[in-house]
């Protein structure tokens, strides 16, 4: 069973930045580059969204709503994926979960198999 921890969460001003970082753990069958990993985010009162997501080869896909402001990036070495998040807007507002596949990246949350708790990430104007 796979475990996905993030932290990196926290208050901070609108146009500030935030590092978040996913750390993997539990894998009997594979290893952590076999798993592409995503990033979503939930809003109060609104459904979890797609932030970004990375390949196991690298290859990234992001939403229109953060592309330019948000970066993924992975340690297959220390087994974590991080999201960098630079000017930061009130609308960023929610908890960050991160997610694990086996397979191709994906914008769906249907396809991930794996998620961590999540963290809260604060903007404020």
């Known amino acids: 069973q796979v475990q996905l921890v993030e932290s990196g969460g926290g208050l901070v001003q609108a146009g500030g930045s935030l590092r978040l970082s996913c750390a993997a753990s539990g894998y009997t069958f594979s290893t952590f580059s076999d798993y592409a990993m995503g990033w979503f985010r939930q809003a109060p009162g609104k459904e979890r969204e797609f932030v970004t997501a990375?390949?196991?080869?690298?290859?990234?896909d992001y939403a229109d709503s953060v592309k330019g402001r948000f970066s993924v990036s992975r340690d297959n070495a220390k087994n974590t994926v991080y999201l960098q998040m630079n000017s930061l807007k009130p609308e960023d507002t929610a908890v960050y979960y991160c997610?694990?596949?086996?397979?191709?990246?994906?914008?769906?949350?249907?396809?991930?198999?794996?998620w961590g708790q999540g963290t809260q990430v604060t903007v404020s104007s």
């Open positions: 997610a694990a596949r086996v397979g191709g990246r994906s914008w769906s949350e249907q396809m991930y198999d794996y």
């Open positions: 990375i390949s196991d080869n690298g290859g990234t």
